[in-house]
Nanobody
Framework: QLQLVESGGGLVQPGGSLRLSCAASGSILDGYPIGWFRQAPGKEREGVSC?????????NYADSVKGRFTISRDNAKRTVYLQMNSLKPEDTAVYYC????????????????????WGQGTQVTVSS
């Protein structure tokens, strides 16, 4: 089964940037579409972005992050990235990655994971 480990979170001021990484172990990555999810305190987990398998020609974003976040993948490094720019306090959450279904029609905010298995995530805190 695909195992993913998130990293790259931290404390950043509003307007700042972070790049999250989602590294695969135990399996190749390129056959899986991958999604980023987040969960803020007291809220349910929500989808943020997804990228299709192989070359990742399809990417999709939740409305709340469009124009600010960019997802990409490097299959040789078995890693999917989430570049987050113009961060806002409402982006504060624990961020997770998981295998998911991803197309141009995916409703990213409500997308689910293929495997019901989550890593520890990485904490992103946006605060002055």
């Amino acid at each position: 089964q695909l195992q993913l480990v998130e990293s790259g979170g931290g404390l950043v001021q509003p307007g700042g940037s972070l790049r999250l990484s989602c590294a695969a172990s135990g399996s190749i990555l390129d056959g899986y579409p991958i999604g980023w999810f987040r969960q803020a305190p007291g809220k349910e987990r929500e989808g943020v972005s997804c990228i299709s398998s192989s070359s990742g020609e399809i990417t999709n974003y939740a409305d709340s992050v469009k124009g600010r976040f960019t997802i990409s993948r490097d299959n040789a490094k078995r890693t999917v990235y989430l570049q987050m720019n113009s961060l806002k306090p409402e982006d504060t959450a624990v961020y997770y990655c998981a295998a998911t279904l991803c197309s141009g029609k995916t409703r990213v905010a409500t997308m689910g994971a293929i495997f019901d298995s989550w890593g520890q995530g990485t904490q992103v805190t946006v605060s002055s």
